[in-house]
Structures are given as C-alpha cells and as structure tokens.
C-alpha cells in the first residue's frame, strides 16, 4: 500500500468505512448517547435508592437537607450552567473552524469545572468539621441521627460520583485543548469535541437534578 | 455540518432560561407548598434538562435513532424508579394473617 492510499484510508477526517462525513458524524453521536445512555442507568441506580430512603424517612431528609448551604450550592448550579454555555461556544467554534475562540472557550470550561470543584472541596470540608460524614465519627443532634446519615451517605457518594466525572470531563477538554492547539479539529472534523460536550452536558444534567433534590427538600420549614 | 450549527443567540437565551430556572427552583423550596413542594422542584429540573438536552446537546437536530435512544434511556429509568416505588409504597396496603 502506498503512502497516499495509506494515508487516505487511515488518517482523512472520514474513515473508510462511511459513506460521508454526515454518516461518520451520526454514528459517533449514536455511540455517545448509548454510553450516555448507560450512565443514566449508573446513576439512575442512586437516584432510586434516594427516593426509597426520602420515601421511607421524609423528616429525616429534610432534617439533613437544611445542613447544606445553599447558596454554595446554587453558585455551583449557575457555575455550571454557564460552563454549559461555554462548552457548547466552544463546540460552535470547532464547527465553524475558529480556532482561537475553540481554546479559549475550553480554557474557561476547564476552568469553571475547576471552580465547581473547589466550591464542592469547601462544602465537603464542612461536612468533616461538622462530624456529618457517615461513619464512626458521624454526630448530628436531634431525632433520626441514623436515617439523616443515611442522607449524608446518598449525599457523598451522589456528590463525589459528579464529581469523579468532572475531573474525568476536565481531563478530556484538556486533551482536547492541546490537540486544537495543534490544529487537530476543523470545520469539517471536529467530532471529538462535539463529542466530549455531549459529556460534559450531561454531567451538567445530573447536576440539575442533584441540586433540588438535595440542597432544597422543605426549605420553608426552617 | 450546517445542519447541527444553531445560532449561538439560542444558546445565549438557553443559557438565561437555565440562570431562570435556577433562580425559580431556589426561591420557590422556601414556599410552603405542601406536597407540591417536591414535585414543582422536579417539573423545573425537568424543564432544565429538556432544554439542556434539545439544544445543548442537539438532540432536536440528531437523527430519528439517536432520540430513540435518549428517550429510551428516560423510560428505562423510569422503568426501574416506577417498580421500585411500585413495591416500596404499597407495602403496607394489604393486610395479611400473622402481620
């Protein structure tokens, strides 16, 4: 095989197997969704352990819930979203084939996944000062001290799964960085990028839903 | 890719509507709404993701296979959430010899 067949078959944006570039583009996104798609399933497993606990001790939860801070919680949340925002500008930019505006778009997603993260280390801190972290040296004053470190447990282990795919998704866009910087992506292949802002929404998704259902429960009650 | 392009002003008033949201969701948990309360913070949570999903992610421009799957990764859940409460909530509802 030549050089050029070679490099034709193996290293063009279209791999050989497709028919056009649109075919190549829908397949990938198809994959990703799939994989989405069991993540939902991975952490659909914990939203239904929370509903069953929330279910069977509801004073508990709300008891719990009142020990978060919400407005970190919601300066996270709006963190996020305008990450969000700055992804999507980015995979905009890879599409239209600026560039510069790709880098510096997943430069600030990068670093407003950072903040998130930071944020989340204070709130966790905070557990630990407080004694709220399920475990031998778990301590809450009032009734239902062992339902409400059940919260505390969904809680962690809720929180620091996002998380773990946060520092999974800023490793990705790092990746992605520095190969934009090396001119990797054009307007007519820039799946990657598309495909790992399909990641990083969906990282924002579960956010959406983690924030009212653990930071909110009952609010007005206090 | 002129077809998964969408304006980036959409993206902009995407954005605000998620700010919105947000800013909704926190204020109104500290209503007493009864047993509303939970179900109002989840239809906003869902609007949110619909719209994270439509336009963030282009599911409204993807192909017809790729929102089958989206969808079925809803039903799935919904699936495995409905039979479990199905069980843990009706536990009680039927009496039984020896209970």
Known sequence: MSAEVHEALFHAPRAHQFDTAEQQRDASTLGMWIFLVTEIMFFGGLFCCYLVYRWLYPAAFAAASHHLDVALGGFNTAVLICSSLTMVLAVNASQNGRRGALIAFLILTILLGGVFLGVKAVEWHHKFVDHHVPGPSFHFEGPDARQVQLFFSLYFVMTGLHALHMVIGIGLLSVLTVQAKHGKFTSEYNTPVDMCGLYWHFVDLIWIFLFPLLYLIDRHAK | ?99
């Not at chain 2, 949570?45 to 719209?51: D, E, N, P």
């Not at chain 2, 409204?60 to 409905?82: I, N, Y």
């Open chain 2, 1 to 99: 890719m002129s077809e998964h392009t969408i304006s980036t002003k959409s993206y902009y008033l995407v954005f605000l509507a998620l700010m919105a949201g947000t800013a909704l969701t926190t204020w109104v948990a500290f209503f007493d709404l009864g047993w509303l309360n939970t179900p109002v913070a989840l239809s906003i949570a869902w609007t949110k993701a619909m719209l994270v999903v439509l336009y963030f992610m282009h599911v409204k421009q993807s192909t017809k296979l790729t929102k089958v799957v989206a969808a079925a990764g809803v039903f799935w859940l919904l699936l495995l959430l409905g039979l479990t409460m199905g069980d843990i909530v009706t536990r009680g509802w039927l009496g039984f010899p020896g209970k």
